[in-house]
């Protein structure tokens, strides 16, 4: 079955350092996202992207964060001068379409990142 | 905004017994859905079943089941004959504008 795949599993970095974190969506879905999760808390809508531009972004994603499209297969989160407070579990996800009616959302499992 | 309420505490189930989920959702739209996802404690966010508000009939996906109910616009994971692998946190969330905006989550633990 295709899977959403993320790279690294779980990365450590100082703090002011900047973070880029992989994804490989499923192949033919057109639509990215990337969550965030804080540990013991809700999964969060970080940014979504389609046609190779963000579609929709949540008060979270200021300045600090970026993503890309590079080429035709890879989706990166780019968080830059990083905080102690980004350390979360980062979730890349894909859907076929945007919209509603069960395009259902598949999800990476995810990237640690601890910020220290 | 949109909002989904799981408002239940950490439940305890006994092995082999069913486990009901609420999950309720805020909005002004009548066109809706909402999907339920299962986290174990490796992370990974598992997709488990989907129910729109204009199927006729309530979601069915093996052991899970969705009780709709559109008027109250809730749609509550009924999870059947629960197993020990079943123990994870459980979150709601509806699609809609290229986002999902997910609950606080449902801890489920399945004892013996």
């Known amino acids: 079955e295709p899977e959403v795949t993320q790279t690294p599993s779980h990365q450590v970095t100082q703090m002011g350092q900047e973070v880029i974190l992989r994804c490989v969506p499923i192949?033919?879905?057109?639509?990215f996202y990337w969550y965030r999760q804080i540990l013991g808390q809700k999964v969060e809508f970080l940014v979504s992207f389609y046609n190779n531009e963000i579609s929709e972004k949540s008060e979270i994603f200021d300045d600090q964060f970026s993503v890309e499209r590079p080429d035709g297969s890879n989706f990166t989160l780019k968080i830059r001068s990083t905080k102690l407070e980004d350390s979360a579990m980062y979730f890349c996800a894909s859907s076929a379409a945007g919209d509603s009616s069960g395009n259902t959302i598949y999800f990476g499992e995810g990237s640690w990142l601890t910020v220290v | 905004a949109q909002k989904i309420t799981q408002t239940q505490p950490g439940m305890f189930v006994q092995e082999k017994e069913a486990v009901t989920l609420d999950c309720t959702y805020d909005?002004?739209?009548?066109?809706?859905?909402l999907f339920w996802y299962k986290q174990p404690s490796s992370g990974e966010m598992i997709f488990l079943i989907y129910?729109?508000?204009?199927?006729?009939q309530n979601a069915t996906e093996g052991r899970y089941s969705l009780n709709f109910q559109k008027a109250r616009k809730s749609a509550n994971l009924v999870i059947s004959a629960s197993q020990l692998g079943d123990s994870a946190m459980y979150f709601c969330g509806p699609p809609g504008n290229n986002r999902l905006a997910f609950g606080k989550g449902n801890q489920v633990v399945v004892i013996p």
């Open positions: 909005t002004s739209d009548q066109s809706y859905g």
């Open positions: 129910q729109g508000s204009y199927d006729e």
């Open positions: 192949s033919n879905h057109l639509y």
